[in-house]
Structure formats: structure tokens, C-alpha cells
């Protein structure tokens, strides 16, 4: 049996950081994003052989052994829970993990749907969202919005609610001028590290969980800036968008320590001395990707410009479906 699954990353453009427990269970959260041409392939084949993970982000491959806690054995440990013992998982991702576009999202929701596909469960993106952010903060500790098994799972371009009791996902009209010139105005510029986002996330959570008023001030701010963008994009204002991101950028500074640095800084300064309109780092914060956005005839020169201070400066484009099941290898 071949099964391969394929789960693509996401960017956030406004209310990141609402979506954190506990937050959103006590004040509701909102962000908007979407989930873009850049992924993670799964691969499993049944060899009747003891099950085996390779992939060349962890440049080594592991086998079924003595209960280790490393990344590599939750997988594997995983799959064995739900009675998966043999064959070959081969994972390959676009960009390195921990690099503020949800890849352990996007890697722990194709997991599921590998293993909900290979026992012929009928489970939903909702279904699959849901799992998948438990199992990653109840199973594997991790620290994360719930916007990313969610965004990621159900795909597209999108505004999402998130409350105690459920998520609410809205998605925008996916072909028209302003969603293509959006398309054509981003660039990601790769800082040159990865960062663990339970650390980067873990100051926010810890002064939420206090009622911090500072904090709970500026997330409802965050939050507020979600909304606004969600107008703007249905009012097709570009001038709008960019403001908001910027403002956006200023406020998620201030929920932490490390959210920013002078590497960080000197990225967006130099972006934009060279055009670039809009700025933020994606993720958690400390390392990773920064969105740029720029006028669509500007891309080429922003880019070039970009390349002179990171090895990695990439376009995307947005991918309209979540995490789903590609045709066998």
C-alpha cells in the first residue's frame, strides 16, 4: 500500500497571537491568513518491514525503538498507538521547520490524515484540525495558535474566529484583481535561523494566563486589527492592508522580549529603503520568515535587493485547499 499526503504551510497577515489559549477562550480571537503554494509531502509505503521515518530535515532516520521523546519517536510512537508497526514514512518539507510559517501543523495534521486514510476513517478538515491541535499541545507540549492546524487543514485564504467552544472560518473570494495583485506583491525573506515556537510563544501565554493588562490590551488591539483587515479586503483597499500589517507589527512587538531583533529590524529597514510597503515576522516571533509587500511592479528589483542580505527570498502564491491526499508516488 502507497498513501502520500500533502499539507501546506500558512502565513498570517493580521491577529496572530489571538489564537493562543488562553486568550481566545476568554476573549475571543480572530486572524487572517492563508495557506500558500509551499508545503509538506508525506510518503508512506508498507514494506511488512518494522516502521521507519526518514526525512532530510532531521538528516536521520529512525526506526521503531527504545521510547525516546525526540520528534522523530512522537511520530513514530504515533502511529503505533493506532496500530501502524510497519512500513516507511518519508517526509519532505519546503522550508526548514520552526521557521514561522506552521510547519508542525502542517506536518502533524498530514501525519493524521496518512494514518486516518490507511484505517479508511471519514474524518473532516474541521475533524482533522481538531486532532491535530490537541495532539500537539495535549501530546507533544507544544505551545501553538490554534489558527495553525485549523488554517492549515482547511486551506485557502480565509478570516477565522476562534472561541471556547468552536472556530468560526470565513473564506474570501479566491479569483479577482485584488487577490492576484496581493498574490504578486509578497516576497518571504528567510532570516537564516529557526527558532522553537513553544519558547517564542511561551512569555505571551504565561502573562495571558495572568491577566496581564498589558498583554490583554494589546491582543485585543491585535485582534481588532483582524477585523479591520477583514473589511479591507472585501473593500479591495491594498493602501488599507499595508497599513494594517505595519500597525499589527508594531503592537505583536510588544508582547515579548524576543519577538524581534536587530537582525529582524535591519531586514525590514533595508526592505524598505528598496519598496517594500508593508513588513512583519511570521510566527511566534525571534526568527524565521519576514513578509514583505510591495508594489506588484517593484517585486523583481525588492527581491534582487533582498538577496544581497538572505540566501533565501521567495514568492508565493496562495493555495485555495488544506491538507489532502496527492496522488501516489
Not at 26 to 39: K, M, Q, S
Not at 115 to 141: C, P, T
Not at 221 to 233: F, G, Q, R, V
Request: with cysteine; aromatic share 8%.
Amino acid at each position: 500500500m502507497k498513501i502520500s499526503v500533502y499539507s501546506p504551510l500558512r502565513i498570517s497577515f493580521a491577529g496572530g497571537g489571538t489564537d493562543i489559549s488562553p486568550f481566545f477562550e476568554n476573549y475571543t480571537g480572530a486572524v487572517v491568513n492563508t495557506t500558500i503554494d509551499r508545503g509538506i509531502l508525506i510518503r508512506y509505503t508498507d514494506d511488512s518491514l518494522p516502521l521507519e521515518l526518514s526525512s532530510r530535515d532531521f538528516l536521520k532516520s529512525s526506526i521503531i525503538s527504545s521510547g525516546k521523546t525526540s520528534t522523530e519517536e512522537n511520530i513514530i510512537n504515533l502511529f503505533i498507538k493506532h496500530g501502524i508497526k510497519t512500513g516507511k514514512l518519508i517526509i519532505n518539507g519546503d522550508v526548514p521547520p520552526g521557521s514561522g510559517l506552521g510547519s508542525s501543523s502542517s506536518l502533524i495534521n498530514g501525519l493524521l490524515k496518512i494514518i486516518h486514510s490507511l484505517k479508511k476513517d471519514d474524518v473532516s478538515a474541521y475533524e482533522l484540525a481538531e486532532e491535530s491541535y490537541n495532539l500537539e499541545r495535549n501530546d507533544f507540549n507544544i505551545i501553538l495558535g490554534k489558527q495553525d492546524p485549523y488554517a492549515i487543514s482547511l486551506g485557502g485564504f480565509k478570516f477565522m474566529e476562534f472561541f471556547r467552544n468552536g472556530v468560526i472560518c470565513n473564506k474570501f473570494e479566491s479569483h479577482n484583481d485584488f487577490i492576484q495583485k496581493l498574490e504578486r506583491s509578497i516576497l518571504l525573506v528567510y532570516t537564516g535561523k529557526t527558532r522553537e515556537s513553544s519558547e517564542a510563544l511561551r512569555e505571551q501565554s504565561l502573562r495571558s494566563s495572568a491577566n496581564d493588562e498589558k498583554t490583554i490590551k494589546n491582543l485585543n488591539s491585535l485582534k481588532n486589527l483582524a477585523y479591520d483587515l477583514n473589511s479591507s479586503i472585501k473593500n479591495k483597499n491594498f493602501s488599507d492592508l499595508c497599513t494594517i500589517i505595519n500597525n499589527g507589527w508594531k503592537i505583536k512587538k510588544s508582547l515579548g522580549e524576543k519577538i524581534s531583533s536587530e537582525k529582524i529590524e535591519h531586514i525590514m529597514d533595508y526592505a524598505r529603503l528598496n519598496g517594500a510597503i508593508a513588513s512583519r515576522l511570521l510566527g511566534g516571533g525571534s526568527e524565521g520568515f519576514v513578509l514583505l509587500i510591495s508594489d506588484p511592479g517593484n517585486i523583481d528589483h525588492l527581491q534582487k535587493a533582498m538577496l544581497s542580505i538572505s540566501d533565501f527570498v521567495i514568492r508565493i502564491r496562495f493555495d485555495p485547499y488544506g491538507t489532502r491526499t496527492v496522488s501516489p508516488f
